[in-house]
């Protein structure tokens, strides 16, 4: 199961930061994913974190602003969202899948979201200009 949260109303510029709560997982064994979906867009992957190597993956429109992490202590995985644009505005959720252990999966490097296992109900991020 996973527990998305941390959305909320910021304006252009500002920071937010998601959590992802994964619970009844083996953790460890599965890459993690962000995925938006803005209204009237189809849904759209956003980071991934691979297991098998630590690498993360981000779409070219939030690279270099997003960063997704992880605690492996609380079972967390967070995006971190810096220098937020109106387009980002959209419901943000964390879905996961499982990893390949030994090398990357194909899904996690091209964050597909139609390969993931579990999604997690989303969480609202709204970005005013």
């Known amino acids: 199961q996973l527990q998305a949260s941390g959305g909320g109303l910021v304006q252009a510029g500002g920071s937010l930061r998601l959590s992802c709560v994964v619970s009844?997982?083996?953790?460890?064994?599965?890459?993690i994913g962000w995925f938006r979906q803005a209204p009237g867009k189809e849904r759209e992957g956003v980071s991934c974190l691979d297991r098998s190597d630590g690498n993360t993956y981000y779409s070219d429109s939030v690279k270099g602003r997003f960063t997704i992490s992880s605690d492996n202590a609380t079972k967390t995985v967070y995006l971190q969202m810096n220098n937020l644009k109106p387009e980002d505005t959209a419901v943000y959720y964390c879905a996961s899948l499982l990893g390949l252990r030994i090398t990357t999966h194909p899904a996690c490097r091209e964050i597909n979201y139609s390969s993931m296992d579990h999604w997690g109900k989303g969480t609202l991020v709204t970005v005013s200009s």
């Open positions: 009844g997982l083996a953790f460890m064994d599965y890459d």
